[in-house]
């Protein structure tokens, strides 16, 4: 009799407790119930996913709740990664609202009609900020469609601890670069010399801008469009990087290694020198890393009377215009490019800042001396031709310099048959 009272009682409160609790639901929905979150999707490639999932994607979504960035993991090899945003514009229904893009994207993009215009979304003032090269990649006519995330530059890594045992003063030419590596080798201290990357991919590319420019070659005059690629300096350059393989001093499978195959060779120990981006810096002085403060990192070296060359690379982000939420993207954009969050974004991964200020910044500084050095560096910025038809550009000289580094044509047929190729694309325009 008292044990069925309790129970009434207990289902009457518990009654009570589920009207009360309905009712509250009702005329105070929380916040998920009444509003879902807008999804802003966006595709990186894998090791870039990494520093924004750990930082600056948590803080941002903290800060709005009515926004979710679904970061997409994509292949290494950016090329791989703009084929899927291609075909994803191109099939019509891209799932993306921010599109990350690598500095030599945004004009293909931008002549498509992927993208928004952004020209008036920050003041001049706001984007006298960001290094003049980096905003310029976003422009297309004279509208702009990136705002730079992160710069990026190629450069020489060296080991100091080796070089100073053996006496050597880092690289400046070609030739130098050679004769330490051999020397270090004969003296049974490194495995191998020099580390690059070979595979026929876009690395192959920006690789090889810097070769050819230490060379004094070139690749497509972007004002004239003339093309430099069977000229008598690419074939030097070529040269180089075969004789590397076949001397012993790069490893035989260079011509399939991507940057994150050379990143872990120079890592363990095994080379005297690397030609990578500086996100290489933070893990090779890494706790774990075989070595942690022995390296050291320099412009390209070139033949003596030429000046060194770094790649421009790079990240941006654009909006598609297929986009529903073009404001909430807007707005992330605007949080992810903000001076505090690159600050934040760049201390933790060690990527390049693209806004000027933070190569000097004292936090930054503090953690990476090397910085004022990598200003310095940009200023031997080479461009990959900034033109629409890059893409396809690019293509036809990662075939032909691969097949001549591999063997199966002679440097001189596969630049040749590259340069009409090129030319035959840059006159047609398709
Ligand atoms: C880096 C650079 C990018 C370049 C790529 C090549 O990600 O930032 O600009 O195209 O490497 O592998």
Redesign the pocket.
Same mark, same amino acid.
Request: net charge negative; charged share 25%; with cysteine.
């Given at each position: 009799m008292f044990k069925q009272k309790i129970l009434l009682k207990l289902q009457f409160c518990t009654g009570i407790f589920l009207a009360v609790s309905l009712s509250i639901i009702l005329l105070f929905p929380p916040p998920a119930l009444s509003q879902k979150a807008v999804v802003l999707n966006m595709l990186m490639?894998a090791p870039?996913a990494q520093p924004w999932q750990q930082g600056i994607i948590k803080d941002f979504e903290a800060k709005n709740p009515g926004i979710r960035i679904n970061l997409i993991e994509g292949p290494n /090899?950016?090329n791989l990664l703009e084929d899927l945003y291609t075909s994803a514009f191109i099939l019509g229904d891209s799932p993306y609202d921010l599109v990350n893009m690598?500095?030599?994207w945004s004009s293909k993009f931008a002549s498509a009609g992927w993208l928004l215009d952004l020209s008036d979304k920050l003041t001049k003032e706001e984007l006298a900020a960001f290094s003049s090269k980096d905003i310029e990649a976003g422009r297309y006519e004279a509208k702009l469609f990136r705002i730079p995330i992160r710069s990026?530059l190629g450069v020489l890594y060296y080991r100091k601890d080796l070089l100073n045992q053996a006496g050597f003063q880092p690289p400046e030419t070609f030739a130098d670069l050679l004769k330490i590596s051999k020397s270090l080798k004969e003296q049974g201290k490194i495995k191998w010399g020099y580390l690059w990357?070979g595979r026929q991919?876009?690395?192959l590319? /920006?690789m090889f801008v810097e070769v050819l420019q230490g060379f004094g070659g070139f690749w497509v005059n972007p004002d004239t469009l003339e093309v430099g690629l069977d000229k008598p300096e690419t074939l030097k350059a070529i040269a180089f990087l075969k004789d590397t393989i076949q001397e012993g001093i790069s490893p035989s499978g260079t011509t399939t290694y991507?940057?994150e195959d050379t990143r872990r060779i120079f890592q363990n120990g095994q080379a005297a020198f690397l030609r990578s981006?500086p996100y290489v810096w933070p893990l090779a002085n890494a706790e774990d890393s075989a070595i942690k403060d022995q390296i050291g990192i320099k412009l390209m070296v070139a033949t003596s009377g030429n000046n060194g060359g770094t790649?421009?690379?790079?990240?941006g982000l654009g909006i598609a215009k297929s986009s529903q939420h073009p404001q909430e993207a807007w707005k992330a954009i605007r949080y992810f490019t903000s001076e505090e969050v690159q600050r934040q974004f760049i201390l933790q991964a060690g990527f390049v800042p693209s806004r000027r200020s933070l190569f000097t910044d004292p936090e930054i500084i503090s953690k990476y001396p090397h910085y004022s050095q990598l200003l310095k560096i940009s200023d031997s910025a080479v461009l990959?031709p900034p033109i629409a038809q890059y893409a396809q550009v690019s293509d036809i000289l990662q075939r032909y310099l691969s097949a001549a580094l591999t063997n199966s044509m002679t440097p001189a047929s596969a630049m040749q048959a590259a340069a009409n190729e090129t030319r035959r694309l840059l006159r047609t325009g398709k």
């Open positions: 490639t870039d /090899a950016t690598d500095v030599i990026d990357q991919y876009e690395g590319a /920006a991507m940057e981006w790649c421009l690379g790079g990240w990959r």
